[in-house]
């Protein structure tokens, strides 16, 4: 009797759109911990395929539509969840508010241990998007594996096919960023603001900056 009063204690204050989360997305035994906390201004707009957390369940390990980033009114910014496909998180998150998640019917997004997501950011996964453990992504940065429309020639072949995105452990990247199908970006990487990936860059450790984008400095480390 008392642990069924903790545990609807527990559901008395924790909103809705929380409760809800956790209950569509995983058993029982693992929703009751509510490792999901789902801010009340995100908008749940498709809440279809599969969760997987891959990682011991603690209380709130991973946040959606939280934060406070002092260039935005976290109060009127509201986070979107359209998920069709897979989505698996190898630990603790964070998706930062304002930011919108959207995986296809056919997508994968592979979201490593201490994922940060600031705010005001998207990522669209109609293939596979991966990411390493400890990465950061500033605020708005747009990621997409898809042209979401396709591109076909005479004889009606695909001329801009999805392709996967790659994304090594311990990754930043800056402000209003642009990553596309094809990028991969090595461990210990960052990538500076306002930068355009869509190919496989070579080499850990670096900064990749300026238009084109290229390596301006070697074997650098950043603090997160």
């Known amino acids: 009797m008392k642990n069924q009063h903790s545990i609807l204690k527990s559901i008395w204050r924790t909103n809705l759109k929380t409760i809800y989360f956790n209950f569509k997305y995983l058993p029982w035994q693992q929703a009751i911990r509510f490792p999901f906390w789902i801010s009340s201004n995100t908008y749940l707009r498709k809440t279809k395929g599969t969760i997987t957390i891959n990682a011991p369940l603690s209380n709130g390990m991973i946040s959606i539509g939280y934060g406070d980033i002092g260039i935005f009114d976290n109060k009127k ?8 496909g897979k989505v698996v ?20 997004l592979f979201l490593g241990d201490k994922f940060a997501l600031t705010a005001e950011s ?3 996964a109609y293939k596979k998007i991966v990411f390493g453990n400890n990465c950061l992504l500033s605020w708005d940065i747009l990621l997409m594996d898809t042209d979401l429309h396709s591109i076909k020639n005479a004889d009606a072949e695909i001329l801009n096919p999805d392709a996967e995105i790659i994304i090594g452990n311990s990754v930043w990247i800056g402000c209003r960023s642009l990553i596309l199908k094809g990028a991969v970006i090595p461990d210990g990487s960052v990538i500076a603001a306002n930068s355009f990936v869509n190919k496989k860059l070579s080499g850990p450790n670096q900064l990749f900056g300026k238009q084109p984008l290229s390596s301006i400095a070697q074997n650098i480390f950043w603090q997160q």
Not at 77 to 84: F, G, L
Not at 89 to 108: C, D, L, Q, T
């Open 77 to 84: 910014s509201r986070s979107i969840w359209d998920v069709a």
């Open 89 to 108: 998180f190898e630990g603790a998150a964070e998706i930062g508010h304002g930011s919108k998640i959207s995986v296809g019917a056919s997508g994968e």
């Open 122 to 124: 998207t990522i669209i």
